[in-house]
Structures are given as C-alpha cells and as structure tokens.
C-alpha cells in the first residue's frame, strides 16, 4: 500500500529553519511530481511548492519564494521542503503529496497524501 510519511515539522522561533522530509512506500515514485501544501487553522489548505519527477523543474508560492526549497531523492524515495527565514505566517499543517508524471499546483490533481506534520514559527 502506498504511504506517504512526513517529518521534521516542530516548534521554531521567527527567522529561524526547519528541514520537512518525505518519506515514500509501496511503490517507486521516482515517475511521480511531488509537492508540498499546508493548512492554516480556518484556513483552506494551499500550495507551497513542488517538484517534478526528475528534479528538474520546481515551482513555489509566491508566499515562499526565495526562502522555502523543494528537493528529491529518488534513490531514497525521499523528498524535500527545506524552511529558511521562518515568519509566524508560516504556522500550518504541511502535507506531502504525490501526483503521476507531470508538475502541478493544484490540490485535486495529487493522488497521495501524507498525514501531515506540524510547523508552528514564534514571533
């Protein structure tokens, strides 16, 4: 059965970094785009960034851009979000998800979700 693991999500200070990971089992998803979304309390869930199938092409938020980078391992079946310059506006629950072949943004077109981890940044 395909499962998808988040980790590394925690408590971190304003300013400060957090590294998620991505863990994929049950099926090589080295053909699959990946990403990463996130819910805000009362919020709807939203996109964060992505990636896909070979690495070579990444996409992100405008909300992220230049402080948040998508990575993959596909030897590891191992994706990315690395966090840096954290603000409080970026408290959520993150979610990996998968997708088959080509890149996306949208939450509807992934077939596989992980069970989310928490981020939660101080002021």
């Known amino acids: 059965q395909e499962q998808l693991v988040e980790s590394g999500g925690g408590l971190v200070q304003a300013g400060g970094s957090l590294r998620l990971s991505c863990a994929a089992s049950g099926r090589t998803f080295s053909r699959y785009a990946m990403g990463w979304f996130r819910q805000a309390p009362g919020k709807e869930r939203e996109f964060v960034a992505a990636?896909?199938?070979?690495?070579?092409?990444?996409t992100y938020a405008d909300s992220v851009k230049g402080r948040f980078t998508i990575s993959r391992d596909n030897a590891k079946n191992t994706q990315y979000l690395q966090m840096n310059s954290l603000k409080p506006e970026d408290t959520a629950v993150y979610y990996c998800?998968?997708?088959?072949?080509?890149?996306?943004?949208?939450?509807?077109?992934?077939?596989?979700w992980g069970q989310g981890t928490q981020v939660t940044v101080s002021s």
């Open positions: 990636i896909s199938w070979s690495g070579g092409s990444t």
């Open positions: 998800a998968a997708k088959w072949n080509f890149i996306a943004t949208t939450a509807g077109e992934y077939n596989y």
